[in-house]
Nanobody, 120 residues
């Protein structure tokens, strides 16, 4: 059962920054595309960004120019640097593995996620 572990969330004011981390099993990290997803209260879980094992990236329009996804292969860790945060970024953030950057359909188990709250 594939499960990744998220951390780094918190409470931040509008315009602030946070960096989320996601640790994955080495056999998953080195092979598969990884992604960040989020779920706001009462909403469906949605894709935020994805990154392939080779470093190609993809972002949803709502976060382009503000969020940066990256990965540290030596640490089996993926990051999401979030700048200029807005109240609409408030959500539980999850990471997962996906078969391709094009679809970003997650196939692992969902972890507990990490809460990001942006206050105005």
């Amino acid at each position: 059962q594939v499960q990744l572990v998220e951390s780094g969330g918190g409470l931040v004011q509008v315009g602030g920054s946070l960096r989320l981390s996601c640790v994955a099993p080495v056999n998953i990290f080195t092979i598969f595309t990884l992604g960040w997803y989020r779920q706001a209260p009462g909403m469906r879980r949605e894709l935020v960004a994805g990154i392939t094992s080779g470093g190609s990236t993809k972002y949803v329009d709502a976060v382009k120019g503000r969020f940066t996804i990256s990965r540290d292969n030596a640490k089996n860790t993926m990051y999401l640097q979030m700048n200029n945060l807005k109240p609409e970024d408030t959500a539980v953030y999850y990471c997962n593995a996906a078969h391709s950057l094009a679809t970003m359909d997650p196939f692992g188990s969902w972890g507990q996620g990490t809460q990001v709250t942006v206050s105005s």
